[in-house]
Structures are given as C-alpha cells and as structure tokens.
C-alpha cells in the first residue's frame, strides 16, 4: 500500500551517482527510502564482477526492490536500477514510460559506468522532473553532468564533506554550482522524497 498519496505517481525519477565509499553510502540513503518511491536509477563505480551482489544485497535490506540493470527494463515506481560494472546506464523513452539502456561505448571520466553519462540522459529526457543526487567519491564524475540536471531544472543535492568518505565528487559539483542542497548522508532521504510531490 503507498505510505503517501502521489509518491509513487509524482513522475519523477531519482538518478544517483557514487564512488569510493558509495556502496555503504547508497545502502543508507536506500534504506531511508520508501516500497513506494519514485524510479531510482544509480552508477556505483565498481568493477562488474560486484555489481549484481550488490544489487542482491540492496535488494535484501532496503524496502524498495532492487535489481542490477539489465537494458530495456520498464522504469517504474518502487524499483531501484544499479548499474552493472561492465556498461553505461542511461534511461530512453519507450512507448509506454521510459525503460532502462546499457550502452558499451568508451568510458567517460575513466569510468564506465560513468556518473555523467546517467545525468546526461536524465536532462536529455527528464529534466525538471528528475532528482539528481551525488555521493562520496574520488575524482570529478558526475559533476558537470548535475550541473547540466540543475540548469534543466531539476533538483540536485549532494553530500556533505563531514559525512563523506571521500569529499571527492560532491565538492567538485558543489564548486561549479550544480548542488541545489547540501545535505549530510543521513538527511538526504528525507529531503529527496521532500522534493518529490512539490
């Protein structure tokens, strides 16, 4: 049963990026997430051998269901989409909603998947309807690419130094304005799923 009348029928999407320290990161903020939530698409560098576990393991312990990606799935409420360690992940229209695509194509930042390329396609479709969100991580990826979510219109949140194992990514988004909201890790939750019927 939806825990909040228009959660789940809001039509926003939630796209995450993350790093070094991430996969601990991302297990908080899903596990203060509601079964009822908006689509969640996330890119975890990590290498590909990792990523359908770690999709089992989010799967187990957060009350959204939670599968590692595999292209061409229907983007849908409730349902978290990791990224698999091999393969970009982008969202494209589909005839009925959005569905989930992986793409092999040369990494960007050195990473694939990369931060960027997920934000990318969220402006391209989504814009003002999406929720970008940057966690802990080393290096640069995903900064320019919430930059371009938030000037799209969306809202953009990112974590804070204090709560971040590597104030990495956050920082260099924060610097070039693309973090609407600053947050710690264990405020972020709560403040997306604030955003989400406004």
Do not use: W
Not at 85 to 106: D, K, M, Q, V
Not at 122 to 146: C, N, S, Y
Request: charged share 20%; with cysteine; hydrophobic share 40%.
């Amino acid at each position: 049963m939806p825990t909040r009348p228009g959660l789940a029928a809001s039509g926003k999407i939630i796209f995450v990026g993350a790093s070094t320290g991430g996969t601990e990161a991302i297990k908080e903020f899903l596990q203060g997430i509601p079964a009822d939530c908006p689509p969640i698409l996330i890119v975890q560098h990590m290498p590909e051998s990792f990523t359908a576990s770690f999709a089992r393991r989010l799967d187990s312990l957060c009350a959204p269901r939670v599968i590692e990606a595999q292209g061409n799935e229907k983007v849908e409420p409730g349902t978290v989409y990791i990224a698999p360690g091999h393969s970009h992940l982008l969202i494209r229209r589909g005839n009925a909603g959005f569905l989930t695509e992986l793409a092999a194509t040369p990494p960007v930042n050195r990473h694939r998947p990369s931060v960027d390329v997920l934000f990318d396609s969220a402006t391209a479709l989504v814009g003002r309807k999406a929720i970008g969100v940057i966690l802990t991580g080393m290096g640069k990826d995903g900064a320019q690419g919430l930059l371009r979510l938030r000037q799209s219109g969306a809202r953009t949140f990112g974590q804070d130094e204090a709560s971040c194992v590597v104030y990495g990514m956050p920082r260099e988004a924060f610097l070039i304005g693309a973090v609407e909201e600053q947050c710690p890790l264990g405020d972020i939750a709560r403040r997306v799923i604030g955003t989400v019927c406004v």
